[in-house]
């Protein structure tokens, strides 16, 4: 039962390292997603895949990349970390057949840029 | 641009009685969907409820139902019975439309539910 894989659970870096979040389904969904949660505010989409070869931008793509590296696996990656990228980040899936399907969430990364 | 507004920054209700939690939402789309997660204290994102633009009938799944009022834009969530363990942010959110396999979510900034027993 092990859903939608984040690692790591958490992370501390300094202004200006790189870090690559992962994450991994096992659910066979063609979609996936990274968002970004700060404090008093709901999540914000960051990029999504609607399928393996495929990446488009969200609401908040700048300072990330992302790679979707099979159907499984969709990575985020800060290049070089600021201060205001300090959140709680989610990797989310989902079938991506129907409208009403919803998405399956990973327990997030809290991720701290000093 | 799309929009979803949770006016309630905090509501706590007593054990065993319902609560309203109210979603306002802003599309010009005719087709779109709404999303209902609650997020307890350990973190995780939890499903509970979608409804449809074009369903006719309010969503339920157990203790939770949805108040859909298509004209209003509004897509409220009520919890009946309420249990201790209600006791979580929700959050509402909203697809606008739908294509090439994918739900690009937009989330309100959540209501955070105290259960008092």
């Known amino acids: 039962n092990a859903g939608v894989t984040q690692t790591p659970k958490f992370q501390v870096l300094k202004t200006g390292q790189s870090m690559t979040l992962q994450c991994a389904q096992d659910m066979n969904h063609n979609s996936m997603y990274w968002y970004r949660q700060d404090p008093g505010m709901g999540l914000r989409l960051i990029y999504y895949s609607a399928s393996e070869g495929t990446t488009d931008k969200g609401e908040v793509p700048n300072g990330y990349n992302v790679s979707r590296l099979n159907k499984r696996e969709f990575s985020l990656r800060l290049e070089s970390a600021a201060p205001s990228q300090t959140s709680v980040y989610f990797c989310?899936?989902?079938?991506?057949?129907?409208?009403?399907?919803?998405?399956?969430f990973g327990d997030g990364t809290r991720l701290s840029i000093l | 641009a799309q929009k979803i507004t949770q006016t309630q920054p905090g509501m706590f209700v007593q054990e065993k009685e319902a609560v309203t939690l109210d979603c306002t939402y802003d599309t010009s789309d005719q087709s779109y969907g709404l999303f209902w997660y609650k997020q307890p204290s350990s973190g995780e994102m939890i499903f509970l409820i979608y409804?449809?633009?074009?369903?006719?009938q309010n969503a339920t799944e157990g203790r939770y139902s949805l108040n859909f009022q298509k004209a209003r834009k509004s897509a409220n969530l009520v919890i009946s019975a309420s249990q201790l363990g209600d006791s979580a942010m929700y959050f509402c959110a909203m697809r606008e439309g739908y294509g090439g396999g994918y739900n690009k979510l937009i989330f309100g900034a959540g209501t955070r539910l105290a259960v008092h027993p």
């Open positions: 409804q449809g633009s074009y369903d006719e």
């Open positions: 989310a899936s989902d079938p991506g057949t129907e409208a009403n399907q919803p998405q399956h």
